[in-house]
Nanobody, 124 residues
Framework: QLQFVESGGGLVQPGGSLTLSCQAS????????VTWFHQAPGKEREGISG???????KYADAVKGRFTISRDNAKNTVYLQMNSLKLEDTGIYYC??????????????????WGQGTQVTVAS
C-alpha cells in the first residue's frame, strides 16, 4: 500500500522552530520530487518548499531563509526544518510526491501521492 506519513507538527511560540518529517512506504521516494504544502485556516493549500530527485530545492518567498527542505533516501524520508516561525505559518502541512519534471510549479495536480497532513500552530 502506497502511503505518506507526516509527523513533527505541534504548538510553538513565535520565533520557535519545528522539524516536520514525511516518510513514504510502499514506494521508493528517490524517484520523486517532494514538496511541502501549507494550508492556512480558511485558505487554499499552497506549495512552500520542494526538493527534486537530484536535490534541487525551491522555496516560496514567504519561507525563504527560514525553512530548509532536505531528504534522506536511505530512510525514504523528506524533512522540513522550520525556523523563526511566525503566526501566519499556522496551518496544516502536507507533503506530496511528483514524478513530473515541472514539479517546481507547485501545482497540486502535478502531485501523485499525498500525506494526511500535520498541524502546526504558532501562538504566544
Amino acid at each position: 500500500q502506497l502511503q505518506f506519513v507526516e509527523s513533527g507538527g505541534g504548538l510553538v511560540q513565535p520565533g520557535g522552530s519545528l522539524t516536520l518529517s514525511c516518510q513514504a512506504s510502499g514506494f521508493s521516494l528517490d524517484t520523486y520530487s517532494v514538496t511541502w504544502f501549507h494550508q492556512a485556516p480558511g485558505k487554499e493549500r499552497e506549495g512552500i518548499s520542494g526538493i527534486s530527485r537530484i536535490d534541487n530545492t525551491k522555496y516560496a518567498d514567504a519561507v525563504k531563509g527560514r525553512f530548509t527542505i532536505s531528504r534522506d533516501n536511505a530512510k525514504n524520508t523528506v524533512y522540513l526544518q522550520m525556523n523563526s516561525l511566525k503566526l501566519e505559518d499556522t496551518g496544516i502541512y502536507y507533503c506530496a510526491a511528483s514524478p513530473r519534471p515541472d514539479w517546481f510549479n507547485f501545482k497540486r495536480f502535478n502531485y501523485a501521492y499525498w500525506g494526511q497532513g500535520t498541524q502546526v500552530t504558532v501562538a504566544s
